[in-house]
């Protein structure tokens, strides 16, 4: 059974940074596309970010710079290093996973077919 747990959320100023925790079970992430998404209140889930089973990473433009993926293939976790918040990146956000993903489809939330809870993210002006 594939469990997806994220971790790490909170409230932080704008200017601070975070770092969201997925940590799952029932999966080996080295074998997958894992991928970050957001949702703010009153909008579609949108991509953040994405790493693929071989190490690649991609980034929606409005993150780029500010966000880093990466995955601890020994703890079986990913993580997104925020930092430079800004209150536009409030939201809750979710990790999912999936395999085979190809690169032009990486950012498409219904290509994932596992999900983790969510974790909030606030990021007061």
């Known amino acids: 059974q594939v469990q997806l747990v994220e971790s790490g959320g909170g409230l932080v100023q704008a200017g601070g940074s975070l770092r969201l925790s997925c940590a799952a079970s029932g999966v080996t992430l080295s074998m997958y596309t894992m991928g970050w998404f957001r949702q703010a209140p009153g909008k579609e889930r949108e991509f953040v970010a994405a790493?693929?089973?071989?190490?690649?990473?991609y980034y929606a433009d409005s993150v780029k710079g500010r966000f880093t993926i990466s995955r601890d293939n020994a703890k079986n976790t990913l993580y997104l290093q925020m930092n430079s918040l800004e209150p536009e990146d409030t939201a809750v956000y979710y990790c999912?996973?999936?395999?085979?993903?190809?690169?032009?489809?990486?950012?498409?939330?219904?290509?994932?077919?596992?999900w983790g809870q969510g974790t909030q993210v606030t990021v007061s002006s």
């Open positions: 790493i693929s089973w071989s190490g690649g990473t």
């Open positions: 999912a996973a999936e395999r085979g993903i190809p690169s032009y489809y990486i950012g498409l939330d219904y290509k994932y077919g596992y």
